[in-house]
């Protein structure tokens, strides 16, 4: 299930083993926290430079200090953009002069050529994740509000109040409360826009509902017509929001007023809203089952003239990721979870779909205004995110940014290899082996079984910052990644059947490829097996714990981090009840 604590979890069993001499430096937690994290890349509109982020992690402090780099897109030597510290989330003007982006809770500009700042928001609930409007006189941003304050002055003193008040409970009188960790102390996430020559701030989302709702990741979910005169945003209008996955699309003018809700007729998710740059088409990503998470999400078109939508995407049985259109608004670029990895499509607004890119886990895709160049990222087993260029029928990739080359060359780190067996019902299960720095066959290694969360995830060739197994596999493991009922990337229906069977098909196929892994590597120690997983993995370690008679082997070492144990109880205590129902 997709509940993470926050922070890095990652464990170190405690198996007994023979200690070798290490050839390699080991590969630790603290180097883990130590790799750099690239993200967020934003091309410039001349085709000619990307923006983008490094995050290092403060030990000290237990947070992310990002900052934003520019980086010639025919590569070369970063340049930190001096914008100061924490700064996140660069977006370019549209004519290329400025870049917008967020810094001590306001939304900033900066002059790329000067280096002249100037701050755009003084918003006492503060403002992040900026768009600009393609005339380039506005920008879109989200904050936290009182859905029943109006004035920056009411949010003001109801946080004044509520900091200064003696009673520090609080009242709870409806789902969602919170997020985790995460009180929403009676406020909405709203959006709003702000003009760049008076200042001035206007709520486009006003009232008791988040827009646009919470989310783990995915694409910003609101965006602005090509002419600058209305903006797409998601927003989930049930009464019950903790029973209901039914966020929808809307359509609102700049100026403010009631929006058009233009996906109506579907009760499931639809979100990620990107207008054509002719305007005609908005595509969108969606949802068929209410109610249901974890359902196929397909590739929406929504043809602004004649006010219909139609999936692109039924030929693809897994997840459409990301979503970009062509500087033509014939195609549309989208990536796409298939069997660990995260290959790049082109569909046509006609529903011919092509794969341009098939190897790596690629993301964030972004194609320069003359049609010619995508920008992504990539990351695999042995290298963090990092960003890379390719031609537009997708040639020629090459590797831009080469930010945590230098550090990682002291560990040796192997790729994870691809395995495969049979697993409940005679169904072919996937999952990967990876191998200490130090292998070698004439060893025998103990070997630790690494059970991904979700349950509705999966254990691809990318790379990790919490549970990485290159931390296990430097520690003396072999470490096995399977990929059992309920995994993504491999079907609808395969992620399907783990419904309402968390112990079932599910066991068996992580038992079958235990089996399987050691019956096929006689370098691996059955006698030394361990095994450890968080969220759903953990709830499958406890079942494990339960039924750990399988005659073929025994797992010596159990470690169950926020596992899942009871689902009644759990039901009356989660603020998402629709995950559990």
């Not at 209901?244 to 058009?260: A, L, Q, R």
């Not at 160049?373 to 087993?381: G, I, Q, Y």
Request: charged content about 20%.
């Amino acid at each position: 299930m997709k509940r993470y604590a926050k922070g890095v979890l990652l464990l170190v069993l405690a198996l007994a083993c023979t200690a070798s001499a290490q050839t390699f430096r080991p590969f630790t937690i603290t180097d883990l926290l130590k790799v750099r994290r690239v993200g967020d890349p934003q091309l410039s509109p001349d085709g000619r430079t990307i923006a983008y982020t490094v995050t290092d992690i403060d030990m000290v402090a237990n947070r992310g200090i990002p900052q934003i780099y520019l980086v010639p897109v025919a590569g070369g030597e970063p340049k930190l953009l001096p914008s100061g510290l924490r700064t996140s989330s660069p977006r370019w003007s549209p004519d290329g002069k400025r870049i917008a982006y967020t810094s001590g809770g306001q939304i900033w500009t900066i002059d790329v050529a000067s280096g002249e700042t100037k701050k755009i928001t003084n918003l006492s609930t503060g403002a992040s994740d900026p768009v600009w409007s393609p005339d380039g006189k506005m920008i879109a941003f989200v904050s936290d509000v009182y859905p029943d304050c109006t004035t920056d002055d009411c949010n003001k003193k109801r946080d004044q109040q509520a900091e200064e008040s003696k009673v520090k409970a609080k009242t709870i009188d409806r789902l969602l409360y919170r997020h985790w960790n995460a009180w929403k102390d009676n406020k909405r996430t709203h959006i709003f826009v702000v003009s760049l020559d008076n200042g001035d701030a206007r709520d486009l989302t006003p009232g008791d509902y988040d827009s646009p709702p919470f989310s783990l990741g995915g694409p910003t979910n609101y965006a602005f017509s090509p002419d600058s005169t209305k903006l797409a945003f998601v927003s989930n209008r049930d009464k019950v929001e903790a029973t209901s996955t039914n966020s929808d699309i809307f359509i609102v003018p700049v100026t403010g007023g009631d929006p058009t809700r233009i996906t109506a007729s579907n009760l499931a998710a639809d979100e990620g809203p990107v207008f054509s740059p002719d305007g005609r088409y908005l595509a969108y990503r969606s949802q068929s089952r209410p109610g249901f998470e974890s359902d196929l999400w397909k590739l929406m078109l929504y043809d602004r003239q004649s006010g219909k939508s139609r999936s692109l995407t039924d030929r693809l049985d897994n997840y459409v990721e990301s979503i970009t259109f062509t500087p033509d608004s014939q195609r549309i670029l989208i990536t796409v979870g298939e069997r660990g990895l995260q290959p790049v499509y082109s569909v046509s607004v006609n529903g011919e779909i092509k794969k341009l890119i098939a190897d790596g886990s690629n993301d964030s895709v972004e194609v320069s205004n003359d049609g010619r160049t995508l920008v992504f990222t990539r990351s695999s087993s042995t290298m963090p995110t990092e960003i890379f260029r390719a031609n537009m029928d997708g040639s020629n990739v090459a590797q831009v940014t080469h930010t945590n080359d230098a550090y990682l060359s002291a560990f040796n780190l192997r790729p994870q290899e691809p395995v495969s067996w049979t697993g409940a019902g005679g169904t072919k299960i996937q999952g990967w082996i990876v191998k200490p720095a130090n292998f070698t066959p004439t060893k025998k290694w103990p070997l630790v079984v690494l059970i991904h969360g979700g349950p509705q995830g999966a254990w691809n060739d990318n790379w990790g910052y919490r549970w990485n197994p290159q931390v296990f596999a430097s520690a003396g493991y072999v470490v096995f990644t399977p990929n059992p009922r309920g995994s993504t990337g491999f079907g609808q229906k395969f992620v399907d059947e783990i419904s309402g069977d968390w112990g079932g098909k599910a066991y068996m196929d992580i038992m079958n490829g235990v089996a399987s892994v050691i019956s096929t590597n006689n370098f691996i120690d059955k006698d030394r097996i361990g095994a450890a997983g968080a969220s759903y993995g953990g709830y499958m370690i406890d079942w494990i714990e339960g039924h750990n008679n399988d005659k073929r082997f025994r797992f010596k070492v159990l470690v169950s981090h926020d596992g899942v144990y009871n689902l009644a109880s759990m039901y009356g205590a989660t603020e998402e009840l629709w995950f559990t129902d």
